[in-house]
T-cell receptor, first 118, second 111 residues
Framework: EAGVVQSPRYKIIEKKQPVAFWCNPI?????LYWYRQNLGQGPELLIR????????DSQLPKDRFSAERLKGVDSTLKIQPAELGDSAVYLC????????????????FGAGTRLSVL | RKEVEQDPGPFNVPEGATVAFNCTYS??????FFWYRQDCRKEPKLLMS???SGNEDGRFTAQLNRASQYISLLIRDSKLSDSATYLC????????????FGSGTRLSIRP
């Protein structure tokens, strides 16, 4: 079974430029998460989708960040314009959550996109 | 104060030793708990879920103490390959559901 696929793996941009990250979750996983991880910190949830619906975007800086998950499968996360403080690793994860199942929210992570803003 | 806190370490222990670390959470409505392992410059991977009655997986034992609001991870007979950062994760499933990762505890096993 293929894992969560993210691209690109690395991105270097200048501040004020736009940038986009792409995520393909594990087949059959209905929940998709975007996280940001700074050095020495744990992942911070930016947005969580259940199918096409964003059910938690409370931590997404909406002035410059946007995300979409069309058709409830792939997702893109965009930053426009990027700032120096956006340098981090952006992780995508997915999980299979079905009502009535005991084990929920076991998340599988992609390798991440390492963003450097100069 | 952070909602989920971990001792950042590093814990530096010899091979074969037993090591334990805790993760405290401040919101009593927290409902599900997990330990993830993250190797340097890699993605987090699930180590184990934490059940109310405690659970064991080989050399790893996880415990939940709801009264004192912490979870623990015990590693017995530690191996060099256990060197990693261990992240605890806390979930709340209320109307404003939350998923919160701790900052991680760094473990280094020496020969």
């Amino acid at each position: 079974e293929a894992g969560v696929v993210q691209s690109p793996r690395y991105k270097i941009i200048e501040k004020k430029q736009p940038v986009a990250f792409w995520c393909n979750p594990i087949s059959g996983h209905n929940t998709l998460y975007w996280y940001r991880q700074n050095l020495g910190q744990g992942p911070e949830l930016l947005i969580r989708y259940e199918n096409e619906e964003a059910v938690d975007d409370s931590q997404l800086p909406k002035d410059r960040f946007s995300a979409e998950r069309l058709k409830g499968v792939d997702s893109t996360l965009k930053i426009q314009p990027a700032e120096l403080g956006d340098s981090a690793v952006y992780l995508c994860a997915s999980s299979r959550d079905r009502k009535g199942e005991d084990v929920k929210n076991i998340q599988y992570f992609g390798a991440g996109t390492r963003l450097s803003v100069l | 104060r952070k909602e989920v806190e971990q001792d950042p370490g590093p814990f530096n222990v010899p091979e074969g030793a037993t090591v334990a670390f805790n993760c405290t959470y401040s919101n009593s409505a927290s409902q599900s708990f997990f330990w993830y392992r993250q190797d340097c410059r890699k993605e987090p991977k699930l180590l184990m879920s934490v059940y109310s009655s405690g659970n064991e997986d080989g050399r790893f034992t996880a415990q939940l103490n709801r009264a004192s609001q912490y979870i623990s991870l015990l590693i017995r007979d530690s191996k060099l390959s256990d060197s990693a950062t261990y992240l605890c994760v806390v979930y709340r499933y209320s109307s404003a559901s939350k998923i919160i990762f701790g900052s991680g505890t760094r473990l280094s096993i020496r020969p």
